[in-house]
């Protein structure tokens, strides 16, 4: 079975410029996490998808970001403008549902590698 | 404000000894536990977990014990290998008004020597 996909893998771009990462999870997980995380620290949320309802996306700073989840699979993460202070590995995760419980392990990419120059 | 908090960056262990990863916690709405492990260039994948309502849960050479009253909870790998040299994340569960959220420590890089 295929993990989640994520690509780019790695991504170099000048502060201003738009930037989109793409993800696909693992196959019939309902939910879809993005992910940020900053050199020396641990992954930070987001946004979270259930099928294609985005259901929490408080920590997305809306000014430049935005995601979106067309027909529940595949999601896109832009940034648009991109700062400096953007550059960090995004991280997609999938689960079969909502909740971190036994049995309902979350599952992560290996991630797309942003640097803004 | 931290919730999850993994105040040793680093660890370095002996192959065959034991060794002991911590994380310590503020939230005590925090109802499931989880470690992951990360190697460079790679995602975090999940290695072990423990509900609130138990205290140790062992799969392995890993063991998670949990001390809710301390607010405290730890993973010990015995043996330790050279193939468990990664960064390790601890992380909790936190239910909320949009359903629940993994918030992560910043991770403690295991180093295991031969």
């Known amino acids: 079975e295929a993990g989640v996909v994520q690509s780019p893998r790695y991504k170099i771009i000048e502060k201003k410029q738009p930037v989109a990462f793409w993800c696909n999870p693992i196959?019939?997980?309902?939910?879809l996490y993005w992910y940020r995380q900053n050199l020396g620290q641990g992954p930070e949320l987001l946004i979270r998808y259930e099928n294609e309802e985005a259901v929490d996306d408080s920590q997305l700073p809306k000014d430049r970001f935005s995601a979106e989840r067309l027909k529940g699979v595949d999601s896109t993460l832009k940034i648009q403008p991109a700062e400096l202070g953007d550059s960090a590995v995004y991280l997609c995760?999938?689960?079969?549902?909502?909740?971190?419980?036994?049995?309902?392990?979350?599952?992560f990419g290996e991630g797309s590698w942003l640097t803004v120059v | 404000d931290q919730q999850v908090k993994q105040n040793s960056p680093s660890l370095s262990v002996q192959e065959g000894r034991i060794s002991i990863l911590n994380c310590d916690y503020t939230n005590s709405m925090f109802d499931y536990f989880l470690w992951y492990k990360k190697y460079p260039a790679e995602g975090p994948t999940f290695l072990i977990s423990?509900?609130?309502?138990?205290d140790k849960n062992e799969d392995g050479r890993f063991t998670v014990f949990l001390n809710k009253s301390a607010k405290h909870l730890s993973l010990h790998i015995v043996p330790s290998q050279p193939g468990d040299s990664a960064v390790y994340f601890c992380?909790?569960?936190?239910?909320?008004?949009?359903?629940?959220?993994?918030?992560f420590g910043k991770g403690t890089t295991l180093s295991v020597s031969s």
């Open positions: 992380a909790a569960s936190q239910y909320n008004q949009a359903g629940t959220a993994l918030i």
């Open positions: 196959s019939g997980h309902n939910t």
């Open positions: 995760a999938s689960s079969l549902m909502t909740g971190a419980a036994s049995g309902n392990t979350i599952y």
């Open positions: 423990i509900s609130s309502i138990k």
